[in-house]
């Protein structure tokens, strides 16, 4: 529970803090940029994770080859979505009016790999072999590295690069 609430609050202070440092057009980039990270990385949580974890969790004789196969499934679906997303960016920017949106888009098209890579340990395997502590001191280093690394980044390079270039740090 402090977890969770520590990985709202890492949010909260990501928005607030960003909303204060960029203007309103740079800051609504970002914000489209999240959002649609956030629609593909469920995917990822509610897609093989959670089978993932049900399994490992009943039968521990299944999980080498479990895990073997569900690294091998998140990284083809991963890396199958980067790209799609990568070529459907000028699409994506063209349906937004806006085709600045495609470098971003590309850009943090990059990140998807390593959340699905992320979600699966953190939510697949740690929860499947009911390690709810490690559980949660992942998520909450996740959520104050991922605050750490954003802010760091912004106020060493000043850009929406650097927001991007935070989440994939993190």
């Not at 509610?46 to 895990?67: A, D, F, Q």
Request: proline content about 2%; hydrophobic content about 50%.
């Amino acid at each position: 529970m402090i977890a969770a609430f520590i990985f709202s609050l890492s949010g909260y202070i990501i928005h607030i803090g960003l909303g204060r440092y960029f203007g309103p057009e740079e800051y609504g980039i970002i914000g489209v940029i999240i959002s649609i990270l956030t629609i593909i990385n469920l995917i990822f949580t509610s897609g093989i994770t959670p089978g993932v974890s049900k399994y490992l969790s009943e039968n521990k004789k299944w999980s080498k080859n479990l895990i073997t196969k569900s690294i091998y499934i998140q990284l083809i679906l991963s890396i199958f979505i980067t790209i799609i997303l990568i070529i459907l960016a000028p699409l994506i920017s063209k349906y937004l009016n806006d085709m600045t949106f495609t470098y971003y888009i590309r850009l943090a098209a990059l990140t998807i790999p390593f959340y699905a890579f992320f979600a699966l340990y953190h939510r697949g395997f740690l929860n499947g072999y009911r390690m709810f502590k490690e559980q949660a001191i992942t998520r909450i280093s996740f959520s104050i590295t991922k605050v750490t690394v954003v802010f760091l980044f912004v106020f060493l390079c000043f850009g929406i690069e650097s927001v991007i270039f935070g989440y994939l740090s993190a």
